[in-house]
């Protein structure tokens, strides 16, 4: 069993950053990829980004690309979303989530932590 946990979240003023963090452990996969999805209040659960696991291969939501990052640690079995010139809408509770292939496809990912919040205040 893979146990993912996601730390790093917070309150932030628009137009700041944050860097949230995502740490696996336990029965690791073979060389998954990993995805951050988020959810806010009332809404369903959107895409963010993904990653490979070479870092070769990320996609990004069009509402995020330019603003956030996706990047990880394969050493540490840590995987990063770094998150600039925040937003309003960019409030909700972030997922990060492990699966065999690139997607941006939730139901894709086998493996989900237990989410972060993040709140940007206008």
């Known amino acids: 069993q893979v146990q993912l946990v996601e730390s790093g979240g917070g309150l932030v003023q628009a137009g700041g950053s944050l860097r949230v963090s995502c740490a696996a452990s336990g029965r690791t996969l073979s060389r998954p990829a990993v995805g951050w999805f988020r959810q806010a209040p009332g809404k369903e659960r959107e895409f963010v980004a993904t990653i490979s696991w070479s870092g070769g291969i990320t996609a990004y939501a069009d509402s995020v690309k330019g603003r956030f990052t996706i990047s990880r640690d394969n050493a540490k079995n840590t995987m990063f979303l770094q998150m600039n010139s925040l937003k309003p809408e960019d409030t909700a509770v972030y997922y990060c989530?492990?699966?065999?292939?690139?997607?941006?496809?939730?139901?894709?990912?086998?493996?989900w932590g237990q989410g972060t919040q993040v709140t940007v205040s206008s």
């Open positions: 989530a492990a699966g065999p292939a690139v997607t941006r496809y939730a139901r894709d990912y086998a493996y």
